[in-house]
Every structure is written in structure tokens, then in C-alpha cells.
């Protein structure tokens, strides 16, 4: 999860004699930051790639490189890592009632989640019906992301409170991420003032 820790670890055994080293790639990018040190175990030498907060930015396909006299290289199977969450956390969204109506867009990061629902202020599962349209999972537009819509018609000031998506994932952990949309639906009022004696 976003913030969470993760690691990976590349590991290979070797003929003792010969001086190797280990070199990883993020998505074919040369990746040195995050990187411990190499230690080396009777034959076998590894690197581990951590994080203690993972960032979006982290996910991607891992792989390390051996190299050695030759020269010759193996490459091991690439590692792909997921860092699941919602960004921002919070997103508010300020309208005036009467409005013909918004869409507030739920983004989810990570692997395809299973599905992304919504819930209204009260906690109640929200699906398309009257006012309501709930969107269908789609792919969004930045690598890792998936979106769903829920549009709101005609506003009213009791639409306003808390809306929630839920992104669920089959496997893995978390298994769900949750992002809360706050809606204030407001009127503006004009008052009347009177003057007396004014020439």
C-alpha cells in the first residue's frame, strides 16, 4: 500500500571463484536508489531493493542483472511490484444548488482491482438509479490507474456529505482502498434591505 514497506530480492548463485556483480532496473530505467548493500553467502550473492514508504512512483517491473568474467550476463525474471492506494485521500468539491449536476471521478492506483463501488453520506451502497449514475470501471489515464465515475444530477442541498469509493482487489495486500469525496452543495440568498429618509 501507499506508505507501506516492501522488498525485493535478487539472489544468485555463482561459481565462488568468479567476481560478479549484481545490477537492478525499474521498468529498463537503471535503478540505484533503495538498494542495500551486496553481501555474499558462500556461493550465493545477493541484493535487496526496499522501501519503508512506498510511493506510487515505486511501481513498475523489477530486474536484476549478474554479470561476470566473459563477459556474460543473466538476467533474472522480472519482479513486478504494485503500490495500491487512492490519491489524494480527501477530495472536495464545492457546487451551488440548482446546479444541473457534477461528477466526482475515484481514482484507484495499483493492479486491476476487482471492482470499485460507492457508498453515499449515509453508508449505503450507491448504484445507478434516479439522480445517481455510477460509472463503470475503466483503465486511467496514467500506467497503474483505474478510475470510476459517480455523476450526481439537478443538486440539492441535502446531496452534500461524505461520498466514498472502494477499490477491492482479489489477492494480495491491502485488499481494499478507499477514497472519501466531500460534497457541499450551498445557495446563495439574496436578503432585502430597505432604507428610510434617504433622499
Not at 490519491?87 to 444541473?100: E, F, I, S
Not at 455510477?134 to 440539492?156: D, E, H, P, R
Request: proline letters at 3%; charged letters at 10%; hydrophobic letters at 30%.
Amino acid at each position: 500500500a501507499k506508505g507501506g514497506s516492501a522488498s525485493i530480492t535478487c539472489e544468485y548463485v555463482f561459481d565462488s571463484s568468479l567476481s560478479i556483480s549484481l545490477a537492478w532496473t525499474l521498468n529498463s530505467n537503471s535503478l540505484t536508489s533503495g538498494l542495500g548493500a551486496a553481501t555474499t553467502e558462500g556461493v550465493r550473492k545477493k541484493v535487496i531493493f526496499s522501501t519503508s514508504a512506498a510511493a506510487f512512483s515505486d511501481t513498475g517491473s523489477y530486474q536484476c542483472a549478474a554479470t561476470y568474467p566473459g563477459p556474460k550476463t543473466v538476467t533474472a525474471t522480472a519482479h513486478t511490484l504494485h503500490v495500491r492506494g487512492t490519491d489524494p485521500a480527501t477530495d472536495n468539491h464545492y457546487v451551488t444548488a440548482g446546479t444541473a449536476s457534477t461528477v466526482i471521478t475515484c481514482i484507484v492506483h495499483g493492479d486491476d482491482p476487482s471492482t470499485i463501488t460507492w457508498t453515499n453520506p449515509s453508508g449505503s451502497s450507491l448504484t445507478t438509479s434516479g439522480d445517481f449514475t455510477v460509472g463503470a470501471k475503466a483503465q486511467g489515464s496514467a500506467s497503474n490507474t483505474y478510475t470510476s465515475t459517480l455523476t450526481i444530477a439537478t443538486l440539492a442541498m441535502g446531496d452534500s456529505g461524505t461520498y466514498t469509493c472502494t477499490g477491492t482487489f482479489s489477492g494480495g495486500t491491502p485488499t481494499t482502498v478507499v477514497q472519501s469525496h466531500v460534497l457541499v452543495v450551498g445557495k446563495l440568498y439574496w436578503l432585502s434591505v430597505s432604507f428610510t429618509g434617504c433622499h
